[in-house]
């Protein structure tokens, strides 16, 4: 028992050294944040950007530590802010991630925003589609998994990532920004040509230089693709389908 007792005591001991006795000016910093305060700064930027729909859920401190929560030392922190959108019966969440001005310590910064992709998603999959018609890939069932840029790689677009128009052009808009998205297509068995990957990697290749983009292809039998298409033109949402219900899928990306 006395063994047993002077190694919870040496773990204790450790524990302390690792978390407790070196000053973490990160940790510091964490505590001195200002929820509130944040929240004010999100909303104003999702104002001015978005306009004035939106109703704040919740804003919280974030951390992320250099190993286990325990044992590790806080090595980044900063804010989330959610909001929905008034009126959305759906009552989907939309994330703003911001941080304390290294300097000042005082001034909250908007690094990026989620809600960015409810723009973006359906304006590269329509530039997508353009280029594949353009290509002599006719338009099936297709749609964006995902989108996003910059800084925010797979959580959403910088706060400095303009708002997209109808007067933007896709070609312009994919070269100046370094983009990240999942662009999916789905075809019936009966038209699917084996080349497809090298005609679309061809119609792209001028357009996705610094950009991370993946393309799935999901060919289908003929009759559980015409189902999918009822769905898709009903604006239905696509169930997942169980692997076993399509015939090949193709997936490569820009910088394979």
């Not at 989907?92 to 304390?100: A, G, I, P, R």
């Not at 389908?241 to 910088?255: N, S, W, Y």
Request: charged share 30%; hydrophobic share 35%; with cysteine.
């Amino acid at each position: 028992m006395k063994r047993i007792g002077s190694l919870l005591v040496a773990l204790c001991l450790v524990v302390t050294i690792l978390t407790g006795c070196e000053k973490n000016p990160v940790r510091e910093e964490y505590n001195t944040l200002d929820t509130g305060k944040a929240a004010e700064v999100a909303m104003e930027y999702m104002t001015t950007k978005y306009g004035d729909k939106f109703e704040l859920s919740s804003c919280e401190k974030k951390a992320e530590y250099t190993n286990y929560i325990y044992f590790g030392k806080m090595a980044k922190v900063w804010l989330e802010a959610e909001f929905t959108v008034k009126g959305d019966d759906t009552e989907q969440k939309y994330k703003v991630s911001m941080f304390l001005d290294e300097e000042d310590k005082i001034t909250y910064h908007v690094a990026w925003d989620n809600y960015m992709r409810t723009i973006a998603d359906p304006f590269l999959l329509n530039g997508i589609n353009d280029v594949l018609k353009a290509n002599g890939i006719e338009e099936y069932i297709s749609y964006i998994n995902y989108s996003s840029q910059g800084i925010a790689y797979r959580k959403g677009f910088s706060s400095d990532f303009p708002v997209l128009t109808e007067d933007d052009i896709f070609k312009d808009i994919v070269e100046q920004y370094e983009l990240g998205f999942d662009y999916w297509i789905e075809m019936p068995k009966s038209v699917y040509e084996y080349n497809i990957e090298n005609t679309i990697r061809n119609a792209f290749k001028n357009h996705f230089i610094d950009d991370s983009v993946l393309f799935t292809i999901l060919v289908y039998p003929d009759e559980v693709y015409q189902e999918r298409k009822s769905l898709h033109n009903s604006e239905e949402s696509l169930p997942i389908l169980l692997k076993d219900r399509f015939d090949i899928v193709i997936d490569f990306g820009t910088k394979n």
